[in-house]
């Protein structure tokens, strides 16, 4: 996890790549998931993948995993976004 021992190395990894305005807590589910590919060396280095037939099984469990907790964060930010709808489609609008 020595990459984002740091927030402001995260902070920076996410901004570019146009992350940079997540809320809290999808930053601290984005910063986990990245501290963990940064763990396996999976961010850094990509001949590692094809070095071994372990170290890919490996990597491959790694990626699976990082693209199924990707898929938390954005089932919770549809969510919210889907409730933010909802609560403007139900608000009744003001004539002036």
């Known amino acids: 996890m020595s990459l984002f021992n ?3 190395k995260a ?10 305005n997540l809320d809290r807590d999808a ?3 984005v910063r986990a998931i990245l501290s ?8 850094k280095n990509s001949k590692k993948v094809i070095s071994s037939d372990y170290v ?8 699976l995993r990082a693209i ?9 930010q549809n969510d919210q976004i889907i ?3 909802n609560s403007k ?3 009744p609008v003001k004539k002036e």
Not at 36 to 43: H, N, T, V
Request: net charge negative; charged share 25%; aromatic share 8%.
């Open 68 to 76: 199924v907790e990707q898929n938390w964060v954005l089932i919770a």
């Open 56 to 63: 890919a099984e490996k990597a491959t469990a790694s990626y």
């Open 27 to 29: 930053f601290w589910q």
């Open 36 to 43: 963990e590919l940064e763990e396996q060396q999976l961010l």
């Open 89 to 91: 489609n139900n608000t």
């Open 6 to 8: 740091n927030n402001k």
């Open 11 to 20: 902070e920076g990894l996410l901004e570019d790549r146009g992350l940079a």
């Open 83 to 85: 409730k933010s709808l």
